[in-house]
């Protein structure tokens, strides 16, 4: 007897069912516990990740595992590798018998014209435009836009079919690949990898790019956007090195995130078996383009990646019929989209600029919590959003975005340019606004400190808002009582 697993049709209008996303992401930092010891066993059903700071957590076991595998590895497996057909996380594993997040209903080939609400589909007609609102989008869709977005994106291209993806799987990766990121991240959910992915369709579809890219790199270049920070943790490098972090132990403090991020994306190909139809060569060499796209997004290798860019720009050596000259302009583009905040809208750039910056803040205060040193920029005390978007701007994205100008010389390299311009010239504007009035307040503060200290220090402090100390001190932790 077949067994038919069919997809459901989820209406932009409602939410994602609970069946559907069951859990959030797969690294956590728990408020109930130290930062280093192990969560308390009354929450661990209740928990949102498969990471914790215990290594002999058997919550860990999916990642460990899957490096263990390791992505085109054709070494035997050990007995106890050769018994895990799945490649699950613990909270999958738990509910592995009753897998049904992503067992539907139905899938009609037409689900992208029947279930899209008119604002949604109307705002996906004009996907291609720079000025296109992720926040507007992701609010249409009902906190679907990566589903939505990718999902749509690769429809348009046809690569479902050319492919001869299976619907079903495809969108059961999806829905995974989306509840994986963190929505309690501020900055690093699935919101700004519809933004990125946003992005990177709008590079691709630059002249120099369009007439040279094949289906195969489009297809890679949608699904690198989509993963590129999975399973991110809402804090950086740095502090999993210094806090013995299991997983910088395992990719020997080098990208470590992003190591993680591929990982987590091959994963879910093999969970899902999207790529299971192709030949195993031909997948395992998907797994391996997929990660070298992912690798190229860690920040400390700009300085490496723009020097080459810059090298092949001076010597007018690219060559895009070469499949790895190809393969070295999508790493640029997904770099550009990663970063590109800055370069767009003001209202649109000063979203993401306020979200980043609290995440920043948001790890500092864990590290003032546990007595470690605070990382740079993460300290809300020390810094402000402005100085942390201007510094950015002028030692990390300008230099970058001016050499991508140099390679590809449109109407959307030159529009991206001028609105870093004007948004850097906004936070000067708004730095110096805060600066008078803090020396205007200096006098009224020097008076109310005679007069009662302890006030004059709640004073100094502020009201508490979004910029401020948050209630919620640990990232993927509860409140704490």
């Known amino acids: 007897m077949e067994v038919c697993y069919q997809l459901p049709v989820l209406p932009l209008d409602r939410p994602v069912p609970k069946h559907v996303l069951s859990r959030r992401g797969a690294i ?25 700071y215990d290594s002999s957590d058997q919550t860990a076991l999916y990642i460990r595992m899957l490096a263990r595998l390791g992505c085109g590895s054709t070494s035997a497996s050990s007995a106890p590798e050769r018994r895990v057909h799945r490649l699950l996380s613990f909270q999958r594993y738990l509910h ?16 992208l014209d029947e279930d899209y609400t008119g604002q949604a589909r109307c705002m996906l007609e004009k996907v291609g435009n720079w000025n296109f609102d992720i926040f507007l989008f992701d609010r249409l869709t009902n906190g679907n836009s990566l589903i939505t977005l990718t999902f749509h994106l690769l ?11 299976d619907m079903v799987k495809l969108w059961r990766f999806l ?4 509840e994986d990121y963190h929505s309690d991240n ?9 933004d990125v992915t946003q992005a990177m369709y709008c590079y691709m579809r630059e002249p120099m790019l369009a007439k040279s890219l094949t289906s195969c790199d489009i297809l890679l270049g949608l699904l690198a956007a989509a993963t590129h920070d999975l399973d991110h943790p809402g804090v950086n490098q740095p502090f999993l090195i210094k806090t013995d972090h299991y997983l910088a132990t395992l990719y020997r403090n080098t990208s470590v995130l992003e190591n993680h991020h591929w990982k987590s994306a091959v994963g879910l190909l093999r969970e899902t078996g999207l790529f299971s139809h192709l030949p195993a060569e031909d997948s395992l060499n ?3 383009e997929l990660g070298s796209l992912i690798l190229a997004t860690d920040i400390s290798r700009q300085n490496e990646y723009l020097t080459r860019f810059r090298v092949h720009l001076d010597q007018d050596n690219l060559c895009l019929s070469n499949a790895s000259h190809r393969h070295f302009i999508l790493q640029m583009a997904l770099k550009c989209a990663d970063i590109c905040n800055p370069c ?21 205060d864990i590290e003032k919590k546990h007595k470690l040193e605070v990382s740079p920029l993460c300290d809300r005390q020390a810094n402000t959003v402005g100085n942390i978007q201007i510094g950015f701007m002028t030692y990390v994205a300008e230099p970058l975005f001016a050499e991508w100008a140099r390679f590809s010389d449109t109407r959307l390299s030159q529009t991206m340019l001028g609105h870093m311009g004007l948004n850097k010239a906004s936070w000067g504007g708004l730095q110096q606004e805060q600066t008078s009035v803090t020396e205007e307040a200096e006098p009224s503060t020097a008076g109310t400190d005679a007069k009662d200290p302890a006030a004059a220090r709640r004073d100094s402090n502020g009201p508490t808002t979004a910029g401020g100390t948050s209630s919620k001190e640990i990232p993927q932790g509860s409140r704490e009582s």
């Open 96 to 111: 592995s018998s009753r897998l049904l997040r992503g067992v539907p209903q139905q899938i009609p080939l037409h689900i």
């Open 155 to 165: 429809n348009q291209y046809g690569l479902v079919e050319l492919f001869q993806l």
């Open 186 to 194: 501020p900055y690093h959910n699935a919101v700004h990898a519809a």
């Open 344 to 364: 767009r809208p003001w209202e649109l750039s000063k979203q993401w600029s306020e979200k980043v910056t609290e995440e920043f803040f948001q790890q500092g």
């Open 175 to 178: 829905v995974m690949v989306q």
């Open 286 to 288: 998907m797994e391996r």
């Open 28 to 52: 956590s930092f728990s408020s109930s516990s130290s930062l280093f010891g192990a969560p308390d066993p009354r929450q661990l059903s209740q928990r949102r990740g498969a990471i914790s």
